[in-house]
């Protein structure tokens, strides 16, 4: 049986979702569960770094919340600067996930900007790759980098929309779609949403799926954004199969028949 093209297929794994969501920023573990309910999402993404899944005892675990068996643990690397932290910090990650494979690698370059550091990005996918990890990683939309990171034996690549946490929607679509015409392995758009329209558009561009966190948490209601952004991926991903008109410049084209009027 072959997925439906309304599903995603990453490392071998297909989900109902295109829209992962992130597990940070939110008021509590509470409007956490909430609004990832409320988006849909199957795979949800975890920093390490700054959420606690077992590495700190006594402390709320995310994972009681957001339990395994009920969906795909992400761990991420937010907070890595350099490759040998992102290393460290997902072997810890498969160990407190059992060996859990999945992970999404981010190696941030400043913390001005948090635009990746490409280079320790590139060094550290090999070595993960080497060990095994089925790697989906953050970087820049840079269509060169990106073929660098899918030869590598990375399972997705997840090209910025516009800076993390910025909310500024998609600032460079040539670039995005220099990438997905070109990639063997799925395009997610990871940071720079701020709404519904900017998922959609990433999807209408033929991009496989879209990773956001900030958009959500900080929205005045998260849950209902929540809502609106699984309603907006799925308009997006039915548009793009659908196929949109081809833009007429300067020459009208009547909506309505202009055989058998009155007169003519």
Not at 22 to 40: N, S, V
Not at 102 to 115: A, I, P, R
Not at 141 to 147: E, N
């Amino acid at each position: 049986m072959h997925p439906s093209p309304h599903s995603l297929t990453v490392a071998g794994r297909t989900y109902r979702s295109r829209l992962l969501v992130g597990t940070g920023k939110y008021k509590d573990f509470a409007e956490t569960r909430a609004a990832i309910d409320a988006a849909g999402a199957e795979i949800v993404t975890v920093a390490i770094r700054r959420t606690n899944i077992g590495q700190n005892a006594g402390e709320p675990n995310l994972l009681e919340v957001l339990p395994p068996s009920q969906f795909t643990i992400l761990p991420n690397t937010a907070g890595c600067y350099t490759a040998a932290d992102a290393v460290r910090t997902l072997r810890l990650a498969r160990e407190l996930l059992d060996g859990h494979a999945l992970c999404k690698l981010e190696v941030l370059g400043d913390q001005t900007t948090l635009f990746p550091n490409m280079p320790e990005t590139l060094k550290a996918a090999q070595t993960l790759v080497s060990e095994g990890f089925e790697v989906m990683v953050y970087c820049a939309d840079d269509p060169i980098q990106a073929r660098m990171l899918e030869d590598i034996g990375c399972v997705a690549v997840m090209p910025l929309a516009s800076l993390i946490g910025s909310g500024m929607g998609i600032v460079n679509p040539w670039n995005l779609r220099l990438i997905i015409d070109n990639a063997r392995v799925p395009v997610l758009v990871d940071a720079g949403v701020g709404t519904a329209s900017d998922a959609a558009i990433a999807m209408e561009l033929g991009c496989d799926g879209v990773l956001m966190n900030t958009a959500i948490a900080h929205a005045r209601d998260p849950v209902l954004m929540a809502s609106a952004m699984k309603k907006a991926v799925e308009a997006g991903r039915e548009a793009f199969l659908a196929g949109r008109m081809a833009r007429k410049h300067y020459s009208a084209d009547p909506s309505s028949p202009t055989t058998g009027l009155i007169g003519a």
